[in-house]
């Protein structure tokens, strides 16, 4: 039986989700491997941990610009070479963890777990493989850091692999397999009885729109975009998701109400039925984060981007615009305008959906875990 340690950090949900998706599919397919899920901030130090995620949180919502500061310089500068320095200290710690598990791979979605375990291997301190999995649709050199000692880099496309590679990174340990996501992206739905479920019409154009959580930044931008879209068309249906942010909830019902659209506008908190809902869908609303981001586009679904936190998702609009996949609703754009051009013209639409096909990997997390196993 060999072992498999996965790390990830709280940093918002994606890195978790990527590691639950791995986890999953190797219990499932591989019964010679052993796994287990671990956040490495929280093993090494708790208050580091609770501190950093309590201030990302607050950042994200309240002073978004901050962490576009802290994003840009952690690529260079003073403060990359303190959170490398920081990140030394704290792999003494997590060695511990290491010699009690003696994992023959080591796989991690933050860059957290990868520079401590690379700077372990450096010491030779550990001997086990790590890999890399990149989680966003841009590179950042927080996650090359140790990249002489880190045996396999997953990344989401091309352009992500030129940079590894313009870094002097061998291309053979680098695998463009998408970002990984969980198999229920891979089933097929009712599609009649999950419109049913929601009491929606068939036949009409659904969108997923995503609030944006307890991260629903440029709210009152977030609330004009739901007026403007359940305007724009009656042969629009749409599914709003304020996640557990009761706030928004209340003000999205009020928008529901105040348009008389209670048929076909249907508010919810959390969900778990993601894939069920973006199988019924044609078009996604929603911060460009990375899982969600995967998410629509295994299931070849447009975007329109709303609200990115500047730093690694203004980068992911970046390149998903680039691409021909979203709409970037940006500060200054007349929303009623960019919207009314969309929908008059389905080709844009039909384009853009093609786009997202083309980008799609939903086959990310098997081929991630076969390359990393057979490699072994």
Known sequence: ??????FYASYGGGHLNAAKSIAEYIINNYKDYSVELIDCMKYVNKTVEKVTTTAYREAA???????GRIYNDSQKGPLAHLSTRANKIMAIKLLRLLRQKKPDIIISTHPFGSQMCSYLKRKHKIFAKIATIMTDFAPHDQWLIGKDFTDFYFVSNDNMKNYLI????????????????????LQKYDRKEILNNYQLEDGKLNILFFGGGEFGLGKSKTFDILDSLIKIHENIQIIAIAGKNEKMKIKFDEIVEKNNAQKRVKVLEFTDQIPELMSISDLVVSKPGGMTTTESLASNLPMIVINPIPGQEEENAKFL??????????KDDDIDSV????????NKLT????????????????DICKIIIEKN
């Not at 039986?1 to 996965?6: Q, V």
């Not at 615009?321 to 940006?330: A, M, P, T, Y």
């Not at 384009?351 to 098997?366: D, E, Q």
Request: hydrophobic fraction near 40%; glycine fraction near 2%.
């Open 1 to 6: 039986m060999k072992n498999i340690l996965i």
């Open 61 to 67: 919502k309240k002073a978004p610009w901050v962490w």
């Open 166 to 185: 313009e870094k002097n990174i061998d291309s053979n340990k680098i695998f463009i397999t998408g970002i990984p996501l969980s198999s229920r992206f």
């Open 321 to 330: 615009e680039e691409q021909g996949v979203c709409i970037w609703l940006k």
């Open 339 to 346: 919207l009314t051009d969309l929908f008059k013209n389905p």
């Open 351 to 366: 384009l853009m959906k093609l786009n997202a096909s083309l980008l799609s990997k939903p086959n990310s997390t098997r």
